[in-house]
């Protein structure tokens, strides 16, 4: 749409305006109200509830905070067993004061869907705690969103959010305004100028389409690809509604390597080591290890899981392990009988 068009537009929209004030003051002072009201939410900044920190597996490691916020421009789902909308931001690489590098990404849900989470925490709606599950669906809208592999373990960052409120609001507004795209032949209808509401809706509708084109479409709906055009099928969405449970990985097996060490002394009959790779365990204490003669059996709830046959028998009480929390790596050691 030209930049007459939309002024030809305006000029109708105010004409129609004019004409209201004169026949139905009420219905005029009504109408100006309502989106004078509406613009004014549609317009507020999105507003951070909390920040959450969690570890970048891949495809380059690294470190991620997540900002979640609450945003009027984000419905919310019609009721708690639909799925969530989720609007996201950029993707941002920053670097502390020590030199260290990090990421951010905000995430955006209805303040509505918030306020039902710290209730559902306890917290009556009021700024609390949220729940688990608001954590874990905003890190799953990031793997998708934007290719990551991601830790399932988090921590709240207690600093409170990365970047400014300025910041928070340019990210997430770099991307498309949330809304639905007009029907096809719709602006020349009978009906797309039937009132000043309408007209109003359409005119914004039109400019948003200009003015963004680099933006994504809207998926607010199951059927909502079906009616999306050809050349936007591959383009990522602003909004994105996902599941509102969460299913957890199944455990995986880690990379190991098991070695027998010739004994060096007279009457050793050597040591067996096993070398475990966890890139995902911050710490031994997550780590349940269970030794038997014959074999070697590791859990870490939810990650990992692992039984190693040993080559030779083992003496099970001369077992050690010892975690290089650095290189995240689980070293157990055990003599042979």
């Not at 365990?281 to 349940?288: A, G, K, T």
Request: charged residues 25%.
């Amino acid at each position: 749409m030209s930049s007459k068009d939309v002024v030809q537009q305006a000029q109708q929209l105010w004409s129609m305006l004019d004409d209201m004030s004169q026949d139905d003051p009420q219905a005029y002072q009504t109408f100006i109200q309502k989106h004078m009201k509406e613009g004014l939410e549609f317009s507020s900044p999105p507003q951070v509830h909390s920040c959450v920190r969690t570890d970048i597996l891949g495809p380059k490691k690294g470190v991620l905070y997540v900002n979640i916020c609450g945003w009027k421009r984000v419905p919310a789902a019609p009721d708690p067993s639909k799925p969530v909308p989720v609007c996201g931001g950029k993707l941002e690489t920053h670097t502390d004061p020590d030199g260290e590098s990090y990421t951010v990404l905000d995430v955006a849900f209805s303040p509505s869907e918030l306020r039902r989470s710290e209730q559902c925490r306890g917290g009556g709606g009021g700024g609390g705690e949220l729940d688990p599950q608001v954590y874990l669906l905003a890190l799953s809208f990031a793997q998708r969103q934007h290719g990551l592999s991601l830790s399932e373990r988090y921590r709240i960052h207690s600093a409170g959010p990365r970047g400014s409120r300025e910041d928070v609001q340019q990210r997430l507004e770099c991307r498309k305004q949330p809304g639905s795209r007009p029907a096809p032949g719709g602006a020349h209808g009978p009906d797309a100028v039937s009132s000043p509401a309408s007209l109003l809706q359409h005119i914004s509708s039109l400019r948003l389409e200009d003015t963004e084109n680099q933006s994504s479409e809207i998926v607010i709906g199951p059927t909502a690809a079906a009616a999306e055009p050809e050349q936007n099928k591959n383009k990522k969405a602003l909004i994105q509604v996902i599941s509102s449970s969460y299913a957890p990985l199944q455990p995986q097996t880690p990379h190991y390597q098991l070695l027998v060490i010739p004994g060096g002394g007279i009457g050793s009959r050597g040591t067996v080591e096993l070398t475990v790779e966890l890139p995902r365990v911050l710490s031994v204490s997550e780590c349940q290890l269970s030794v038997s003669q014959t074999d070697v059996l590791l859990e870490v709830e939810d990650l990992y899981l692992l039984l190693v046959e040993l080559p030779e028998a083992v003496d099970e009480d001369s077992a050690s392990a010892t975690f290089n929390r650095k290189k995240r790596r689980l070293t157990v050691r055990l003599d042979v009988l």
